[in-house]
């Protein structure tokens, strides 16, 4: 296949990588110039579960994509939220009636903004559990084992669907389909829902925030109106499992000493955020649907104020 | 009169100093010790409007003045709110059935607490513009001017309030009645009730919050919370007022580059927080009055949680 990874960061390059390895017609496409001249230059380099490899794969910078001849069959998304929209224009020219999207950004309602410029039917919804991550730019680091859920957005989309899915397994993605890829997708949400914005509001690691007396009570409340909206988008939400998962977040033996990817944005690295697109889409579909969202409108507006008044970027 | 000075910090060390002036029977009751032995060694020193002064006021650690044998007139509550019980109950030998008690804490919902040890005749509920610091352990710093506005809490204390004000006025404290003195505390209590835990919780002085583009409609859905609690406690709140005093608040050229007291006691001194007497008891009441608060509960649960990761004590 000719697959466009748009947003070639630590996710995109695993992606970009395995599919290249698997003899797809790769091109990666993104926004951080330094990354995009040591892979241009020296090639995409990776510790791959611990050996070095080095593969010689296209990239160029979202905007000077929009001359490039390249049909794609898949666009496999991997930016950050706020970045979707201008990577969607950018893209556009690269995009037929028959290339299939598949959106694998962290958050919710993504596919407004997609269908802005791909009909339903060529949208993939995924939840991915591989993971990935960057020594430095141009070079990633690759290790362990992950699996990857995929379903159509649209009703007729079934059977590109599958043909993904062939394609993502004979890379070794472990992809496979999925009857209820919105309930996955929402359960991370959840979890990213309130891990990422109290650990970032309470300058926190999980495990910090989760010893409280309060965490339960304040867990509880931002989740319930992660099911409500859940509910009414036909993504059954299992509340107890979402609670058990956000709690295994704390155990200090495994990753509760850790601080959520939001925290390394805004707090170390002076990052604008994707609360929009977490809590902050909650919100908006609240709104939609007549539904009261305190919890995650209250933090959604912190995380702002926070970013505002530490001047992120 | 004879009066108990109940928590003889840098206000009650002003109202103390003043009253005792004015040749009123003062004794001061407090928990910190050595401010106490400092003041029972030297006497009471205050910077009073730029003259050095030294005054001979007895003082008591609250542990040991359940053995005084001393008729209270009046008992002028100034302890910190999680403090109010404990001292109630420790000088309630000095209260008998016509002393009047006076309480100006900050925060709301005191008279819950007072009723439990004095009959609500006796019980006055004052909101004070005087300002006062302390230098160190036994030393008050007490400049400017100010106000206290007083009304009773029962329907039949309207005399004893009079009394009370003849006798603030004597020691120049300039005392009147209020006729809607909820009003005035639940007013505070909104400039407190955003300024403290919104700063607390964001790390900001109130310019810094103020100055976000968030800042309005946060504290816009905290004092509608306010408002909906001082309306069914018949205290009208004029919105548009308490709204315009908050924004007072981020003026950098006045008190805008300042942070608010909760902040200084809990981020600077690792103190636990007075939230749940401010935010928290409008939670309290809304499941009294079956009204939803979930700006003042997550804040509370917020700040609680803050307490907890540093540790506060």
Same mark, same amino acid.
């Given at each position: 296949m000719k697959v466009i990874i748009a947003g +070639? @960061? +630590?996710? #995109?390059?695993?992606? #970009?990588?395995?599919?290249?390895?698997? !003899?797809?017609? %790769?091109?990666? %496409? &993104? #926004?951080?110039?330094?990354?995009?001249?040591?892979?241009? !230059? &020296?090639? /995409?380099?990776?510790?791959?579960? @611990?050996?070095? %490899?080095? +593969?010689?794969?296209p990239i160029y910078h979202q905007n000077e994509v929009a001359s490039v001849d390249f049909s794609a069959d898949l666009v496999i998304l991997f930016t950050k939220a706020m970045q979707l929209d201008a990577m969607m224009k950018e893209i556009k020219n690269m995009v037929g009636t028959n290339t299939k999207v598949l959106c694998l950004l962290n958050g919710i309602g993504h596919e407004d903004v997609i269908k802005k410029y791909v009909p339903l039917s060529n949208i993939i919804l995924g939840n991915t559990m591989w993971t990935a991550g960057l020594e430095g730019p141009g070079k990633a680091k690759l290790f362990g084992n992950g699996s990857i859920d995929l379903q159509n957005l649209g009703e007729d989309g079934r059977d590109a669907t599958e043909e993904v899915i062939a394609c993502l397994n004979k890379a070794n993605l472990n992809a496979k389909y999925s009857g209820n890829i919105l309930s996955s997708i929402y359960k991370k949400a959840c979890v990213n829902g309130t891990m990422n914005g109290l650990c970032t509001i309470l300058d926190s690691n999980m495990a910090g925030f989760g010893e409280t007396d309060v965490a339960d009570a304040i867990v509880e409340s931002i989740v319930s109106e992660f099911a409500a909206i859940a509910k009414m988008e036909k993504?059954? /939400?299992?509340?107890?499992? %979402?609670?058990?998962?956000?709690?295994?977040? =704390?155990?200090?033996?495994?990753?509760?000493?850790?601080?959520?990817?939001? =925290?390394?944005?805004?707090i170390i690295n002076n990052r604008l955020t994707e609360i929009d697109y977490i809590n902050g889409a909650?919100?908006?579909?609240?709104?939609?649907?007549?539904?009261?969202?305190? =919890?995650?409108?209250? /933090?959604t507006q912190l995380v702002h104020a926070k970013e505002q008044i530490l001047g992120a970027k």
């Open positions: +070639a @960061g +630590a996710m #995109g390059s695993r992606f #970009g990588l395995m599919l290249h390895q698997a !003899k797809n017609e %790769v091109i990666l %496409v &993104d #926004g951080w110039p330094e990354h995009i001249d040591n892979i241009k !230059k &020296d090639g /995409l380099k990776a510790n791959f579960n @611990g050996e070095e %490899v080095v +593969a010689q794969i993504a059954d /939400l299992n509340i107890e499992e %979402v609670l058990t998962q956000i709690k295994s977040c =704390y155990n200090r033996e495994t990753i509760g000493l850790h601080h959520p990817s939001m =925290y390394q944005d805004l909650i919100v908006r579909k609240g709104k939609q649907y007549n539904i009261e969202t305190p =919890y995650c409108s209250f /933090l």
